[in-house]
Each structure stands twice: as C-alpha cells, then as structure tokens.
C-alpha cells in the first residue's frame, strides 16, 4: 500500500505537512486532514469505478473509468479538496464556532452525477410561473387564513406568526414592495408504466422553499469544482452537459435591484443571519457576490434576530428601520429559517417591529405561511392551482405547475374524517412520508416507513393537522464518488439526488403587481441511496452537479 498524508491547516506543523508511504496491501489510501476535518479515501485496485450513462446521440457519460491509475484517481482527489479548501465550500464544525479557522470542507461527489436534460428543462421552464402562483397566494390573506385555520390552534409558532402578520395588515403595509428568493425541489420519479420493461422516470415535486433559501454560494462553486475534476479527468463539457449556473450572481442582482427600489442611496442593507451557522461560508461566498454586482454602493450589516431587537429601532413617526448609529434600513434580508424554528418572545418582537417598518422585507413574514407545506397539500387538490390563473392565456402555467405534483393528502381536525388516510399510511406505510408543515434544520423531521405508525399513533386529532402525508417517490439510482470530512470517502455508490431550481420575484403586496421576475441557477444535491434525508451539515447529503444526459 502506498499511503500518503497531506496537512492543510491555517498554522500548519511539521507533523501535519509530513509525508509517509507504507507497504502493507495491495490498496491505496490517501489520507487528507486538518487536525479536524480528516477525509480517508480507500481505493481498491481491483475494484471497477465505471458509472456509465449512454446518450441517445451515442455520448458516452462513464467518468470514473477514464482514470486509469490509483495515483491519477489520488491526484484528482487531492486536487479537488484542496479547491474546495481554497475556494470556500467549507461548512463551520458545531463544536468550535467560537475558534477562528476552524472548518471542514463541505460533503461532496468527486464528479457529477447524471440528470435527464429533457426533465432538467422542465424544471426550468415551470419556475417562473411557480414564482408567480406563490406571490399570488401571499398576496391572499383570506386564503392563507382559511388554509391554516386549524394549524393556529395548535401551532404556537403558526399562531404567533399570523398575529404578527394580522398586525400588519390592520395597521396598513407601511412597505408594499417585497422581495423573495424561491427554490423549488424536484426528484426523479418512477412511472407506472405496464407492459414495458424498459424503466421511464417523471420529474415529481418534493417542496417549495421561499422564506430561508440555503445553497446559494455553495451551487455556484460545485459548478465550478466539477467542470475543473471533468476537465482534469480528460473530460472538455460545454453548458449543454454542465449548464451554468450562477445563482450567487442572481440572487445579488435581485437583492440590488431591491434596495434601488427604496430610493435612498445612504440607506443600509440588513442580512438576517445565524449567530452560529454551520453554512456561514455559503452566506459569506453570496455577501461577497453582492458587493461585487452592487459596486460596493451598499453598506451591509450582519444582524441575528436577537442583535435585531437590540441595535434596530422603528421610528415613531415615519415608522424607518434605524441602526442605532441612526442609518435607515433599506432591505432585510431573510437567511434564518420561520417556520420550523422556535422563535423566543424577544425574537418575535424584533420580527414584529422589521414588519412594521418602512423597509424592504426580503421577504415579508407572510411568505412563511405561502410556503408551508400545508400550502403545498392544498394546491394538489383539484382547481386549487387554477384559483390562481384564472386567465384563458395562463392556462399553461397550470398545467405546467400540476404535472410536478406528487400525491399529496392533509388531515383535518375532525378524526371521523382522517381515519380512512390514517389507516391508509399504517397499512403501507413504505409508500408515503409524513411531514411537518414547517419543516426545518433540526425543529422538525420528516417519518418514514415504520416511524409513520409510530409518529400517528402518538398524534391527537388536532396535532395531526400540523402534518402532511406525501406520496413517496422511486427515485432513479446512479453511482458517485463521495468525499465527506471525518469519514472514509466511499467508491462507486449508490446515489440518488435533488434537483432545486432557484429564482428570484419582487412584487407589490397591496397591488399584486410583480416588478421583476426572473429564473437563473439551481442546486443539486446527492444523498446515499439507502437514506431517507440527505442533509450537507449532517453528511447525509453531498453537494453535487447535474450532468444533463439524454436518456
């Protein structure tokens, strides 16, 4: 075995940069380490590496088997960690947020993974009017009442977030104008097809985020990192194989165009943030974007909920958002999750006093209640999307919306009416997942299989209604590398990913008109096949690429 140990650290040791080489198996290891993170990579020689996907136009996409050698694979690795090291995909450890240079690199697929382009495009083409389905839905507080009358009563979270918005409106909306990001989520899907062999797969919804949308720094650099290894690897892609993506860009070009819309030149741009987030270096990569399209014209300020009700005050008569050194507050921007989140009283409060204000929310506290799940349920119901397009000429936007829909069904405060679906997920209950209206990074957790009997059992008829049941769906496998801090990187295995589709909305709340609408990146992320959830933080999830295939 030839073993090789490569130290990266911020105050490297000798120890840490020392190399050593082993003769003890026919295996190769690379070990690479800083201190903490150390990423352990086994390769056997004997073991096949080939994923192949064939093209309908006769391309073939089989990366892994070009790289001939254990050395070459070793070199492509090491290189790939040291350009994640050096370029920002990087995830803070919990355990020493409070100690400066401490991070791992975030989990990834050494190259990417295959996506059929046909169902790629769909996803695309149907973002703009899925923009324009949820602003309309945000803009109809009747509706949002009515969709969530039941979820009040036992939601404390939902209850006082409805409050804060009831406030709102009976004041009058100080700021008309709102902008949010929405990322919608798509998996592959297995059709029921019947007297064929041959497998085809649908493109089926899994959630629609619009209020705390992750991944924006990191998608863009995954891009990049993958087009590098394919090119190294002996692989020359164009956009057709590896689309641009360019989320970071985007994003910062909405956010702009937001803060030109409040008019003053010496206001200041809030960013909502974690005191200690795990992702902080995805939120960095796009603070730095925006400085980069804005010109540096705008002052940001870094503010958590809590920092909020401290240094933030709303001015009693023209009710601005004020820093405490006076400045006014054009934009917040949102990157704390709403709901699935455990807001103390002093945190609601400083939401309360954002949605009063004369700034532009990024978006407004109502967007939480559009695109919860319950929302989602309720869509798939029949003529529920059509509510909302209502024009001869939208009819398309529709269709197009619907065809995503997985089976989707909600419960009801009256238990008479949820036993024929509660019995119906108790019996098969590998066929559906069970989700939490507010479904968030730690507060809430999806069930599957026999955790959903479990989980109803222990639900009251009024606690049921703050859940979801979803069709669950037969995603197609394909194989990976995966590179993750602090366990060994597994060959050739089974993986299946997450296509998001990212784009970016700014609309008057009180008019309904939208100002700009516009689509621009995605986001893709693998998990191991035998997984049920593949988050980046818990190393279940790997950050990935889609390589767009034909077949």
């Avoid at 995909?89 to 991070?103: C, I, P």
């Avoid at 324009?132 to 404390?156: G, N, Q, S, W």
């Avoid at 609601?348 to 407004?364: F, G, H, V, Y």
């Avoid at 194989?479 to 993986?495: G, I, M, Q």
Wanted: with cysteine.
């Amino acid at each position: 075995m030839h073993s090789k140990q490569i130290g990266i650290n911020a105050h490297p040791t000798n120890e840490a940069a020392g190399i050593r080489h082993d003769e003890q198996s026919e295996n190769s290891t690379i070990t690479i380490f800083e201190n903490e993170p150390c990423i352990t990579i086994s390769l056997d020689n004997n073991v096949g590496m080939s994923v192949n996907h064939q093209t309908q136009n006769g391309n073939v996409y089989d990366i892994p088997s070009l790289v001939k050698n254990v050395n070459e694979m070793q070199e492509l690795i090491e290189d790939a960690v040291d350009w994640a090291l050096s370029n920002g995909l990087l995830l803070r450890t919990r355990d020493h947020f409070d100690k400066t240079g401490v991070s791992q690199i975030a989990p990834f697929t050494l190259f990417p993974t295959p996506f059929p382009r046909q169902l790629f495009q769909q996803a695309v083409d149907v973002q703009k009017a899925m923009q324009m389905l949820y602003f309309r839905i945000t803009t109809d507080l009747d509706f949002l009442r009515k969709v969530h009358e039941d979820v009040i009563k036992t939601d404390p979270v939902v209850q006082s977030f409805m409050g804060i918005i009831e406030k709102v409106y009976e004041e009058g909306i100080r700021q008309p104008i709102t902008l949010f990001l929405q990322r919608a989520d798509y998996m592959l899907h297995l059709k029921n097809g019947e007297g064929t062999n041959e497998k085809e797969y649908e493109l089926k919804q899994i959630e629609v985020n619009g209020c705390a949308v992750g991944g924006i720094g990191f998608n863009t650099r995954a891009t990049e990192l993958h087009r590098r290894v394919l090119k190294k690897a002996g692989i020359y892609t164009s956009i057709r194989d590896v689309p641009d993506n360019r989320v970071d860009q985007m994003t910062a070009e909405a956010l702009y165009e937001a803060w030109k819309q409040f008019g003053n030149s010496k206001a200041v741009l809030v960013f909502l943030v974690y005191k200690k987030d795990v992702l902080q270096f995805d939120r960095r990569i796009f603070e730095y974007e925006f400085e980069r399209v804005s010109r540096d014209e705008v002052d940001v300020v870094r503010l958590s909920l809590e920092e909020c009700s401290e240094k933030l005050k709303l001015d009693p008569v023209d009710f601005s958002l004020r820093l405490d050194d006076g400045r006014v507050v054009a934009v917040v921007f949102n990157q704390v999750l709403m709901l699935g989140s455990s807001p103390t009283r002093m945190e609601l409060d400083a939401r309360l006093m954002i949605e009063r204000s004369t700034a532009i929310k990024a978006p407004s506290l109502v967007f939480a209640l559009s695109h919860s799940k319950k929302i989602q349920q309720v869509l798939a119901r029949p003529g529920m999307v059509e509510h909302f397009f209502r024009e001869p000429n939208e009819a398309h936007m529709a269709a197009q919306i619907r065809k995503t829909f997985a089976g989707l069904w909600g419960f009801e405060a009256d238990q008479t009416k949820n036993n024929e679906l509660i019995q119906m997920a108790i019996k098969n209950p590998e066929r559906f997942v069970l989700k939490p209206i507010g479904e968030g990074c730690g507060a809430h957790f999806n069930y599957f299989d026999d955790n959903i009997p479990k989980k109803l059992a222990e639900l009251s008829a009024t606690e049921l209604t703050e859940f979801i049941l979803m069709e669950k769906l037969e995603p197609k496998v394909y194989k990976n590398h995966l590179v993750r801090a602090l366990h060994p990187t597994v060959f050739n295995t089974e993986v299946t990913a997450e296509l998001g589709i990212y784009g970016s909305l700014i609309g008057d709340m009180t008019t309904g008109q939208i100002l700009y609408n516009e689509q621009k990146g995605h986001g893709f992320k693998t998990k191991l096949a035998t997984e049920n959830e593949g988050g980046i933080c818990s190393g279940t999830g790997m950050v990935d690429t889609p390589y767009l295939v034909d077949n």
